[in-house]
């Protein structure tokens, strides 16, 4: 093999590296950033792309996905003066790799730095317990900010978080005495209201016990009372049957004299010291005593 055909597979070797070495698969989510001597060129995709040698090169892999910054705590002064330590966290995504690409230095540092000096801005307007109380405010005012500021960049902010709000260990003391204050007043206002409400029942209690007692005696009473009519009326139908079966037996005078006497008997009982006989029931006590002499004799 002479020396023009080694250089010759030395060539074609070379040529094989070099086209190997300039191709390149774009994976899913990400994006190429390619320049053409110096200048930017084209931004490839997903698939399978030919980089001319020496000419083209890859100035930047970009990732698609979403992305989380989390940035330190930051010191914030509210209106109140109060000085906390307030922690963020940034989710955004790459929308534009060409812009993020050539748009600004250093992504990552103009978002930090954006993000801190907007904090200061909005929570500056607003008094210690309306940062505590209003963070979902705060978050979506902070967002909107962030995500017209980056647009230049070809970022687009999806969401604002804070992640915590550190205020000063003196703060902190207070208002943990007073939520254990608030908690001691809603224990003591509901166990007034537990007595309160325990009170009420007994009291119904007992008014349903007295209404119950004082129906149980008005019942007893109406039965009372209409054993009493019933039995009356069972004597006064007695009287009424007793008067009629005389009457049908068509009774003579000295008959029904004698029935009145018996009557005026029963009545007197034993018991009466006077007595007003009628006369003709006088006269029928003398019949009856002549009858009386005259048997005996």
């Given at each position: ?91 955004f ?73 550190l ?17 001691e ?33 008005k ?44 009557a ?27 009858l ?6």
């Amino acid at each position: 093999m002479g020396p023009l055909e080694i250089v010759l597979i030395i060539v074609v070797l070379l040529a094989i590296v070099i086209i190997a070495r300039n191709i390149r698969v774009v994976q899913q989510a990400k994006a190429y950033v390619v320049e053409r001597l110096g200048a930017y060129s084209t931004t490839w995709g997903v698939g399978l792309h030919f980089k001319i040698p020496f000419i083209e090169r890859v100035a930047k892999v970009v990732s698609l996905k979403e992305q989380v910054a989390d940035f330190p705590p930051q010191p914030v002064i509210t209106k109140d003066n109060v000085t906390m330590q307030i922690d963020t966290v940034v989710y955004f995504e790459i929308t534009d790799p060409k812009l993020y690409t050539y748009g600004i230095e250093n992504p990552m540092t103009a978002i930090e730095n954006l993000s801190a000096t907007t904090l200061r801005n909005i929570l500056g307007d607003l008094e210690l317990d309306q940062c505590l109380t209003s963070r979902d405010v705060i978050n979506t005012k902070m967002r909107a900010i962030l995500d017209e500021a980056t647009d230049p960049w070809g970022i687009k902010v999806n969401r604002v978080e804070l992640k915590n709000i550190l205020p000063p260990k003196e703060i902190q003391t207070a208002m943990e005495k007073q939520m254990k204050a608030e908690r001691e007043r809603r224990e003591a206002i509901l166990r007034a209201e537990g007595e309160k409400r325990s009170a009420i029942l007994t009291a119904e209690g007992e008014k349903e016990s007295a209404i119950l007692r004082a129906d149980a005696k008005k019942q007893a009473a109406i039965l009372e009372a209409e054993g009493t009519a019933e039995a009356i009326l069972k004597v006064q139908q007695a009287t009424a049957e007793g008067l009629k079966l005389l009457n049908e037996a068509s009774p003579t005078d000295a008959v029904i004299k004698v029935r009145a006497l018996e009557a005026f008997a029963a009545a007197a009982n034993g018991q009466a010291t006077k007595i007003i006989i009628p006369s003709e029931i006088q006269g029928l006590a003398g019949l009856a005593e002549g009858l009386v002499e005259s048997v005996k004799k």
